[in-house]
């Protein structure tokens, strides 16, 4: 078996975790009835408290805001945002924990990761409407953000679903939950993909409440000025209001897609497309060497024990073992991910087909030939 999520490694350990989640949801809802969410207001409520439309739309208002503007109830994931949790949430996120209203130290919610080893939480497509790997490289080489595996916390409370397509046939019922909702989500990844402990409610709201504050602004999509006069227009009028959600929702992706890669069938040889040494070397760098660079100091550095860098050494090592179907081979884990080892326990997450191309594959070997001077 091998994993992108950490997926303790036996089937037990996630029929556990899949319990474990029933469990959760079974002990909010001791009734059996269809539990009310406390953050999930009945729409007359939602509607009766709007935000205030600005005039003319704003660029920099939220896409969670215009939507209660144009009618829809907020989401289930929807959580005030109050300066407290927003400051307990950025502090998990960026720093692995916070501390409590009372003052005192969480615990950290994972030895071995910070989310943002593997997932930024800044834009990273310049379209938002497709997820291009080859078009993120070149949008992160120039906003200095490192190309990892994860897809950005950015604008992950404007999606309608999360651990989509592939994810869902791989691991089913296990992250079930975490499809249809972002709180599970938030959950199943501090838990499974960080390898860390379970989080309590409040430090998942607080996640949320953060996450709220890194949402998708109108003026990031790129609608043209008769959407935008069609958006400003429909705010007053009802009848309007299911277009206009509708051409918001058509300016950016409502969920991230995953779909397993396939390593090539001659793995010495790559997938046959002519390679770019030169994003090769930019994809090394941004993503390879952020996680495995040596240097210790740099916060972002997973705490792995398998350092690389530039050197002829490192490259060497791993062009020698490209056509290996152990670890040791890059084609290997960067289609199937690792297990988890080591202590603290890490492991690499696979990268999916919208998360790395096959062209960029081809792209790293083209930059390891150039730089070892092989054909
Ligand atoms: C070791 C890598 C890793 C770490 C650490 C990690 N994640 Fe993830 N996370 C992933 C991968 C891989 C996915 C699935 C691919 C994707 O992003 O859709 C994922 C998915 C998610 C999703 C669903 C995204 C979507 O739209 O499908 C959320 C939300 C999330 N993670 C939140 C977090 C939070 C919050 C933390 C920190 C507590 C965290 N993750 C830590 C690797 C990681
Ligand atoms: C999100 C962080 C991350 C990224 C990005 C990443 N790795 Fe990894 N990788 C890890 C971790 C963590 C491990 C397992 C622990 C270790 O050995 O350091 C690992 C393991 C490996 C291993 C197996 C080592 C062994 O002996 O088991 C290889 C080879 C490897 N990575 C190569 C690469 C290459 C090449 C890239 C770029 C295409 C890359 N990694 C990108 C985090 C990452």
New binding site residues.
């Given amino acids: 078996m091998t994993h ?3 997926v303790t490694g036996v089937a037990a350990a996630s029929l556990a975790f899949v319990f474990l989640l029933v469990g959760r949801a079974a002990a909010q809802d001791p009734s059996g009835d269809p539990a009310p969410d406390p953050q999930d207001p009945p729409a007359e409520e939602a509607v009766a408290e709007p935000p205030v439309a600005p005039e003319p739309l704003d660029p920099e208002s939220t896409l969670g805001d215009l939507l209660v503007l144009l009618g829809e109830a907020r989401p289930s994931h929807w959580i005030e945002p109050t300066p407290d949790r927003i400051r307990q949430g950025g502090e ?2 960026l720093s ?1 924990r916070t501390t409590d209203d009372d003052g005192r130290p969480s615990k950290v ?2 030895p ?8 930024t939480v800044d834009r990273e497509d310049p379209d938002l409407r497709v997820a291009d790997p080859d078009a993120r490289l070149d949008y992160v080489m120039q906003t200095g953000q490192p190309f ?6 950015w604008g ?1 409370v404007n ?1 309608r ?4 397509d592939d ?1 869902i046939k791989k691991y089913g019922t296990l992250v079930k939950p ?2 249809e909702s ?1 709180r599970e ?2 959950f ?3 838990a499974e ?4 402990r379970l ?1 309590l409610d409040w430090e998942v709201d607080a ?1 949320l409440a953060w ?1 709220w504050t890194v949402q998708i602004r109108l003026g990031d999509l790129d609608l043209p000025q008769q959407d935008l006069d069609f958006l400003a227009a429909a705010v007053t009028d009802p009848a309007m209001h299911e277009e206009a959600r509708a051409r918001l929702q058509a300016g950016f992706l409502p ?2 897609p ?1 779909h397993l890669r396939t390593a090539p069938a001659d793995r010495s040889a790559g997938y046959g497309n002519v390679g770019d040494p030169v994003r090769g070397e930019a994809l090394y760098r941004t993503s390879c060497l952020t996680c495995h660079q040596a240097d210790k100091g740099d916060p972002r550095g ?1 705490r792995g024990t398998f350092p690389l860098d530039d050197s002829k050494a490192s490259l060497s090592m791993l062009w020698r073992n490209r056509a290996s179907t152990t670890n040791l081979g890059f084609h290997q884990v960067i289609t199937h ?1 690792t297990r988890p080892y080591g202590v603290p326990m ?7 087909q ?2 790395m191309s096959d062209q960029q594959v081809d792209d790293l070997m083209a930059w390891f030939r150039a730089r070892l001077g092989v054909q």
Avoid at 148 to 153: I, R, V, Y
Avoid at 193 to 196: K, L, V
């Fill in positions: 992108c999520l950490k998990i996120v692995g919610a994972s071995g990761f910070l989310c943002t080893d593997c997932h990892l595996p994860g897809t950005t916390l992950v999606r679903s999360w651990f989509n994810y975490a499809n972002l989500a938030v199943l990844c501090a993909c960080s390898q860390g989080l996640i996450l969920a991230a995953a997973v991910g890490a492991y690499m997450p696979f990268f999916t919208e998360r």
